[in-house]
């Protein structure tokens, strides 16, 4: 019987997971992804009609059973009437992801006891009781996972926060007593403790008079990759504040949609630099066509670091439009530029860049992003390396003969055989061994030549070495 792949390892064919509060947020996203690895789902959630339109969703994109059922983790009577019908439906619980969770923020004298009640017994209360449910039944079975999702803030304060941070310090605590309880039993429990994420509990976020509690949604939002929030980002581009201007342009360059570059493209023109650099990375990670003209525009700018993300947002763009533009900047006065436009080129593929980056081998500075450049065109890049290679210095020689050693074309063996002639071993060498790789039969005789009559003992070594790997088996 055949080892498991690695991933194969993390597969849950046959299993059961239960996600409390699934219906949204980063519950559903956990269903999902325990769904996609091949377990069955239930999902639970106060609102049977949520988690139902989520149920079905999940079992539609994965083909695998998903449940809804309604439940309220404060209460015992739930839970254990939750246990019971998870299991009838769908059989024993092997993973129990306790996410059901609420958050009331305010200063503490705000706070009424209701809230604190509210918080405590939603974030921490629900898992005990549904770890005290499942967990003794997974022990008797020998195997199961407890997943407790706690926060950052179970470790570190933040105004505002004291109910919320609390009932996560008490998960991370819960946690490591239920690991102890059940160790060697087959069952784990264990917690994590993300950062913010622009999941609906921190959309409110964005109003609130804090700067830094704007900032924290900002960065969290724009990761929902949902162009509805894209008006609500908007605003916060003419703040005072530079760091929430910042913020937002990060945050429309994370969402990924078009209806962010209109607005990301007018702070090209920004007095700070930062920010016209952090709108042309947010433009080439939506790689919007539309962008490339004030793009090209960004290209002359008056700083290296705005030029160096124009450069590698048009790379990611991918318009053939921008291949003069970037040609010229490899003539840029800063070698940093002038290595982000040879990626570009790389990754645009267009061969009329070519001559260039072959050209471009010769220069130490830029050789790197050359070569890698060259790599992505593939074998379009070959008429032009062998006009290249006979006035090429010798280690550009040496790389152009390593990159036709990895194609698999006509002209890349001819390239190859005529290297076996060049005037240094070394590029001889990475000849030999190259025809040798690729199997190249036509190369067995001036192989032989060279094994023979080559007056470097290293050369005829890697000769040797080739006919052995082309010899018939």
Partial sequence: MSEKTVLERFRLDGKVALVTGGARGLGLTMATALAEAG????????SLESCQEAAD????????????????VTNLADVERLTAE???????????????????????QDLSEADWDAVIDTNLKGPFLCARAMGPRMVKRGWGRVINIGSILGA????????????????????????????????TANAICPGAFGTEMNRPLLDDPDPRMRFVALRALGHIRNPEVVPRLIPFLSDARKELRFAAVDALGAV????????????????????RRAAAESLGAIGDPQAVPPLLLALEDEHWSVRCAAAGALGQIRSPKATSALLARLHDDDQTVRRAAVAALGELGDTRAAARLAAALQDGG???????????????????????FPGAAPEARRLIVDLAGRMDDRRARRLLLSALADDTAQVRTEAALALGDGGILEAVQPLMDVKASDPSPGVRQAAAAALKKLAPR
């Fill in 156 to 187: 570190v304060g933040l105004p505002g926060r004291a109910p919320y941070a609390a009932s996560k310090a008490g998960i991370i605590n819960l946690t490591r007593v239920l690991a102890l309880e059940w160790a060697g039993t087959g069952v």
């Fill in 57 to 72: 969703g999940i079992a539609a994109s994965t083909k695998r059973k998903a449940r809804a059922f309604a439940a309220d």
């Fill in 86 to 108: 998870a299991e009838a439906e769908l059989g024993k619980v092997d993973i129990l992801v306790n996410n059901a969770g609420i958050n009331i923020r305010g200063p503490i």
């Fill in 366 to 388: 830029l050789q790197g992003a050359a070569l890698e450049a060259l790599r992505r065109m593939g074998a379009a890049a070959l008429p032009e390396l062998e006009k290249a």
């Fill in 256 to 275: 990924r949609s078009p209806a962010a570059s209109r607005p990301l493209m007018a702070v090209l023109v920004d007095a700070d630099r930062n920010l």
């Fill in 39 to 46: 377990a069955d789902i239930a999902l639970s959630g106060r």
